[in-house]
């Protein structure tokens, strides 16, 4: 099984600072990486797909990069309605597995 | 637009069974893959099963190996899981989703004495 790290497990930052989040796979998944955002009391919702490919309606300020075992999720200028918990997952190889997430806190 | 929409969420004793279904519109069922993916109180996703489209190949968590069961019914553009044996530990909210881009609301498993 591939076992995603992600770090850290929380952030607090302010408005318009800049976002790094970080995850690490156990073993090479190639660009097979999605990032996933949950904000409190609703579904999860895809951000990003095959490591860096923005998904349908997600702004600008979201990218992300990396492949083989280490990828980063970048909000270019955080604001108020990024608070969430932050997933990465992978569909190198099943079964499919999800990071631990990352919490981002707004100061 | 894609919609999809669980059902069948409830308490159950430990050691029970119950069957949870995805009712699925908006796209051509039968040919996109389909997951559940579960997430206990308070804690993170954790992927389930997978079933493929046309040829159903399945995939499951070890987790829930030999315990539960997914299936489709691509005439009534619907996904299922059969939940067997279930533990206290089984306790979570339970999504399907498709491409992780589309996602139902969710239906609550409370497993408990």
């Known amino acids: 099984e591939i076992v995603l790290t992600q770090s850290p497990a929380t952030l607090s930052l302010s408005p318009g600072e800049r976002v790094t989040l970080s995850c690490r796979a156990s073993q090479s998944i190639s660009s097979y990486l999605a990032w996933l955002q949950q904000k409190p009391g609703q579904a999860p919702r895809l951000l990003i797909y095959?490591?860096?490919n923005r998904a349908t309606g997600i702004p600008a300020r979201f990218s992300g990069s990396g492949s083989g075992t280490d990828f980063t999720l970048t909000i270019s200028s955080l604001e108020p309605e990024d608070l969430a918990v932050y997933y990465c997952?992978?569909?190198?190889?099943?079964?499919?597995?999800f990071g631990g997430g990352t919490k981002v806190e707004i100061k | 637009e894609v919609q999809l929409v669980e059902s069948g969420g409830g308490l159950v004793q430990p050691g029970g069974s119950l069957r949870l279904s995805c009712a699925a519109s908006?796209?051509?069922?039968?040919?996109?893959?389909m997951n559940w993916v579960r997430q206990a109180p308070g804690k993170g996703l954790e992927w389930v099963s997978h079933?493929?489209?046309?040829?159903?190949?399945?995939y499951y968590a070890d987790s829930v190996k030999g315990r539960f069961t997914i299936s489709r019914d691509n005439a009534r553009n619907s996904l299922y899981l059969q939940m067997n044996s279930l533990r206290v530990e089984d306790t979570a909210v339970y999504y399907c989703?498709?491409?992780?881009?589309?996602w139902g609301q969710g239906t609550l498993v409370t497993v408990s004495s």
């Open positions: 989703a498709r491409d992780w881009a589309y």
């Open positions: 997952q992978q569909r190198s190889t099943w079964p499919l597995t």
């Open positions: 079933i493929t489209g046309r040829d159903s190949n399945i």
């Open positions: 908006g796209f051509i069922f039968s040919s996109y893959g």
């Open positions: 095959d490591a860096s």
